[in-house]
């Protein structure tokens, strides 16, 4: 007897007839002899409603309160797909992360599990229940309900997937798979059969929305097996797996980009050393994440430093480089909000050569100028301007040969 784990995110449960289909292939998998658990997100758009909502009501929520408020939404799926899996004839029991024992810590809106107790899905498990999971929550020491960041279900369904020990967590979504980029944004991307761990966590986390980056972490790390298909047919999806050595004959696996972030410049910093020590310290202390970062020495003794980091915190940041550029008498600091990072992914990088400037070619021959470059291992980045990016997605997805 097998145990899976089935996630399906909100597109995917959207109303009561997608409800009632996602329970059906559900309980397929428990008449195939399957142990089932299963982890559900807010239906459709919920969850955006709902920080909408708190933002009609306050400028600036409380955020215990907002995860109080967001963490709702899943609980009103779990019930509805118990009802949905019961009028089918079939027994099933709901959950919410607290029930569950999904511990975290007290990081409102983007908490980290710090551990998972099985006894109450294994009692549920044995008593013959598909157990029916609300993704996206926990707790934490102290009782608060707390959440993982958008996208947190599927947190929840590869860390449940790991800690029972599951043959392999299956994600049920609106596209059948992995593309090599977004379809909504490229019509002739193509369907990958598989993709490593590493490969889809660069991505994920570059701004591939199909899978939280954090999940994949989790499945690297405990070696889960995920196979993200779709729920509105039987089609096979991609297998996110353990690299096999031929897998690095691909060099480039997929393209993305990301409007997630924002450019600060501060500009005349005196050219002494300890200059970015200090900048850097102070922008770390506001546990603001900054991600690409350059410098250019200019004329008389000053020089320029230009770093990116998410929007979200740009009006901190801000706040912070204003601080910073009176402390160390620099001339002045601005922000550029319409960017956009263009990055390709691929373990082939390893071993081949000449990819960023097939990259740069590309993009020269689209005339998309490049403001700042950044590469590792398995990917290359470039920020763009933000009205170039889909452009830019498209080009470099030729240019790579990933179109169908
Ligand atoms: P869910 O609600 O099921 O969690 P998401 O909206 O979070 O679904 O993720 C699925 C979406 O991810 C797709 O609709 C697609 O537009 C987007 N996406 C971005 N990059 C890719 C990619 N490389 N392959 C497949 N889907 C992608
Ligand atoms: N409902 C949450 C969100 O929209 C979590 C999820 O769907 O994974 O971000
Ligand atoms: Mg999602």
Known sequence: MGLIVQKFGGTSVADAERIKSA????VKSHLDGNRVIV????????????VNMAYAISDNPA????????????????????????????????????????RTDSTHTKARIVSISTEKIDVELNNGNIVIVAGFQGIDVESNITTLGRGGSDTTAVALAAKMKADFCEIYTDVDGIYTADPRLVPDAKK?????????????SLGAQVMQPRSIEFAKKYDVPIHVRSSFNNSSGTLICKEAPEMEDIVVSGATISKNDAKITIRGIPDKPGQAANIFHEIAAKNINVDMIIQNIGAMGLADVTFTVPKEDLKV????????VKKIEAKEVVADKKIAKLSIVGIGMRIHSGIAEKMFSSLANEKINIQMIST???????????????????AIHKTFGLAN
């Not at 997100?41 to 709902?50: F, I, N, V, Y």
């Not at 990958?192 to 994920?204: F, G, M, P, R």
């Open 23 to 26: 329970a059906s292939k559900i």
């Open 39 to 50: 982890v559900v997100s807010a239906r459709g758009k919920t969850t955006d409603e709902l």
């Open 63 to 102: 955020s215990r309160e907002l995860d109080m408020l967001l963490s709702t939404g899943e609980q009103i799926t779990i019930s509805l797909m118990a009802m949905a899996i019961h009028s089918l004839g079939y027994p099933a029991i709901s959950l919410t992360g607290s029930q569950v024992g999904i």
């Open 192 to 204: 990958l059969k598989q993709i490593t761990y590493d490969e889809i966590l660069e991505l994920a």
């Open 317 to 324: 940041a801000m706040l912070t480089a204003e601080e910073i």
């Open 376 to 394: 590792s291992e398995i990917k290359v980045s470039c920020i763009i301007d933000e009205n170039m990016a889909e452009k830019a997605l498209l």
